[in-house]
């Protein structure tokens, strides 16, 4: 935030997408320092400690219901992943429609359909499918991840994007790259090639800076 200007004096919320600690390790006490309004599904709150979060106002997702946060509309998408009840969002204002998927096993009608219109889209790219298998991670984790409910290879996000209707798209930026398991060339050549994205569209995510701030 500092790099991009900001403190948490200008944080209006904070959403969550579920329960794990790269995700969540932060959210109780900063939410609890600036009494920051938490929205996460029943799930997901249930999975943490409710003390961690001190006074701050806590706001229970309904994943059948879109929600409004400081004059966004925000719909909660269920996805696949190994956690208690993990949503990811699509965020609309005016014009613009950003979605954020990232921590699911596959791509499901239901993301399909409700991951339409997108203006801009962070998208998983979590591994490359022969890096996973020829690395040094054990067994289980391996199928951890490239399970159902684990995370996206370049493949499966190639695979998705090419199922959703990009005419309104100005913004694709794959995100969460495993620094083991993946490189951004590997990335993109699958969502160029087979997600049909044309390249002048796509940002990577770097995995210590993140990305600037970007038109779409």
């Known amino acids: 935030m500092g790099r991009l200007g900001l403190t948490a004096q200008d944080l209006d919320a904070i959403l969550v997408t579920h329960e794990h600690g790269d995700h969540v390790g932060g959210v109780p006490s900063l939410a609890r320092r600036e009494r920051l309004p938490v929205y996460l599904t029943w799930g997901t709150y249930s999975a943490l400690s409710a003390a961690a979060f001190g006074e701050a106002p806590i706001h229970l997702i309904d994943v059948q219901r879109g929600i409004e946060v400081s004059g966004f509309g925000v719909e909660p998408i269920a996805v696949p992943h190994d956690a208690r009840e993990p949503v990811q969002f699509v965020i609309e204002s005016g014009q613009s429609r950003l979605g954020v998927l990232t921590d699911l096993g596959h791509g499901t009608p239901h993301i399909a359909r409700t991951f339409c219109r997108l203006t ?74 087979l997600g049909g994205l044309e390249e002048r569209l796509l940002m990577i995510a770097d995995q210590e800076g993140g990305f600037d701030w970007c038109a779409a």
């Open 120 to 193: 801009a889209l962070v998208l998983e790219c979590n591994h490359d499918e022969a890096m996973l298998a020829s690395g040094t991670y054990p067994p289980s984790l391996k199928r951890r991840i490239s399970g159902p409910y684990g995370h996206l290879s370049n493949t499966a996000a190639a695979t998705i994007l090419a199922s959703l209707d990009q005419s309104r798209l100005a913004r694709v930026v794959a995100a969460h790259l495993s620094e083991q398991n993946n490189r951004p060339d590997l990335a993109a050549a699958a969502l160029l090639g």
